[in-house]
């Protein structure tokens, strides 16, 4: 009995020890994540509205339940993350509704005026009756337009068409271009008077 006893009193320090090594080390870690700009947000926010307005004229309004912004870094450039995702909502001169964009996350990158977005991407034009649905999906604020590299399903009153290598498009939707394209639609036929 007084060996095992013996025993166990020279090895609990060490085991203890070993603990606190550990324990420290895993503590060091995460101080240094909270120490490093990259990984930390200067902002945080929830049921976030932004309105993005050009001339007097609101254009787009942002809606997300979660915002965080990341100051300038080493590594990194200058960002707003939406891990929750957004809707985006396009209006006319007007004031009109014309197009909508939701996504299950998003990124905009402050310096490029960039947003990315992804997870269940959808565009809809309400005005031509036009549905997008794409996994990534890229809007140019600058240049007012959006793009995708991967494949996308667009959805109109006459048919359904897949661009196998994405699409380019104004930022309202109203009129783009697949690349690789391939899909069914409805003609109708013209008919001409012969006499």
Known sequence: MK???RTALKVFPLIMGITLVFSCRNDIEKIGKFNNPDTMPTA???QVEIIVSDSFF???K???PELKEFPTADSLE?????PQGLVATFFDKSMQVESTLVAGYAIYHTKRQLFEASKNVVIKNLTQDQELHT???WWDEKDSKIWSDQPVTIITATGTTYGDSGFEADQN???YNILKSHGQMKVKDKITDTK
């Open 62 to 64: 942002i809606v997300a």
């Open 44 to 46: 945080h926010a929830s």
């Open 135 to 137: 996994d990534m999906l």
């Open 58 to 60: 609101v254009r787009v």
């Open 3 to 5: 060996l095992s006893i």
């Open 78 to 82: 200058p960002k707003t993350e939406f």
């Open 173 to 175: 939707f109203t009129s």
